[in-house]
């Protein structure tokens, strides 16, 4: 299947800065990517789904100031939280899909486990 | 409206038994596709399979087989004779025109040796 990459794995920051992860189409031009947050033992839930060259669809109650999206070319996607706080800490993790990939499957990157102190 | 119910939260079984996880989705579109996926502790989602609305055929990969039944809107999914490296959180997933995965809450199957 289609190789998504997702960078870092896991991340540390303090409270008030701002971190910003990666997700990368490695064999695909994704034309969408998704963004996922979950949180302990519980389910995923859908952040926001961004189109290459496009400004980001946010899912109700995601602060899109809070988590800033860029989808600048068909093969990466970042995700920013800005201003981080402790209730931030999560696994955020994305998918992408698109001309290569089956556009009927969402491919998923490795994961990102954010800790905020 | 869209949704994906995985009922059962927690299953345990004893490793070299049979368990199946179910999956009970809704939604008004008649071009779907269903998938599951294994989260490991590690994290990481592992696609296990994806189905199309128009193929209601069983399909069987090693130890893993799903029953896909449009008349209940089911997609289960069976492991044969679990192993310890089969515990993990079990995610059915359904995608839509919209091209958007729902996901259900996760079945945590834990499989003692």
């Known amino acids: 299947g289609a190789v998504v990459s997702q960078h870092p794995s896991r991340v540390i920051c303090k409270s008030g800065t701002s971190v910003k992860i990666e997700c990368r189409s490695l064999?695909?031009?994704?034309?969408?990517m998704f963004w996922y947050r979950q949180f302990p033992k519980q389910s995923l839930m859908l952040m926001a789904t961004?189109?290459?060259?496009?400004?980001?669809?946010?899912e109700q109650g995601v602060e899109k100031d809070k988590f800033l999206i860029n989808h600048a070319s068909l093969t990466l996607s970042t995700l920013t939280v800005t201003s981080a706080h402790p209730e931030d800490s999560s696994f955020y993790i994305c998918?992408?899909?698109?001309?290569?990939?089956?556009?009927?499957?969402?491919?998923f990157g490795q994961g990102t486990r954010l800790t905020v102190v | 409206a869209q949704k994906v119910t995985q009922a059962q939260t927690e299953i345990s079984v004893v490793e070299k038994e049979d368990v199946t996880l179910d999956c009970v989705y809704e939604?008004?579109?008649?071009?779907?596709?269903l998938f599951w996926y294994k989260q490991p502790p590690s994290g990481e989602l592992v696609f296990l399979i994806r189905?199309?609305?128009?193929?209601?055929q069983n399909e069987i990969s090693g130890r893993y087989s799903w029953n896909f039944q449009k008349s209940t809107s089911s997609f289960n999914f069976t492991i044969t004779a679990s192993q310890v490296v089969d515990s993990a959180v079990y995610f059915c997933?359904?995608?839509?025109?919209?091209?958007?995965?729902?996901f259900g809450t996760g079945t945590r199957l834990t499989v003692i040796p």
């Open positions: 998918s992408a899909s698109g001309w290569g990939a089956m556009n009927t499957e969402a491919f």
């Open positions: 064999d695909f031009q994704a034309t969408t």
């Open positions: 961004s189109n290459e060259g496009s400004k980001a669809t946010y």
């Open positions: 939604t008004r579109d008649t071009t779907y596709y």
């Open positions: 189905r199309n609305s128009f193929d209601e």
């Open positions: 997933a359904l995608l839509t025109g919209a091209n958007n995965l729902f």
